[in-house]
């Protein structure tokens, strides 16, 4: 047998991030890496958009606006897969690293 390419990696790495849907709701998912190891793993980066109400002034917190404001950011989130077999073997919060 032989080994998955690149796009059924991340079609893997999709599919299980959905298949997380209840408990991790992905909203906005877009690819942003890939990469082959030497030791026959894919690594795939998908990041998703996570809402997040913002936090207000004190007075906000006694009087609510109307509609709160809502803070988006990407999340980015690394899966490392079996190339042999398509599985995918973990899924990790990954920090961003500021470029100097």
Excluded: N
């Excluded at 299980?16 to 709701?25: F, I, N, S």
């Excluded at 992905?26 to 890496?33: D, P, S, T």
């Amino acid at each position: 047998m032989g080994e998955i390419d690149v796009k059924a990696a991340v079609h893997a790495a999709i599919d299980y991030l959905k298949g997380l849907g209840e408990l991790l709701p992905a909203r906005g998912v877009r690819l942003e890496e890939t990469e082959y190891d030497d030791s026959g793993f894919w690594l795939i980066t998908l990041s998703t958009l996570d809402e997040a109400p913002e936090l207000g002034s004190s007075l906000d917190l006694l009087i609510p606006p109307s509609r709160p404001a809502i803070h988006t950011q990407r999340r980015y989130r690394l899966f490392r897969i079996d190339a042999r077999t398509g599985e995918v073997k973990s899924m990790k919060v990954r920090p961003l690293e500021m470029i100097e």
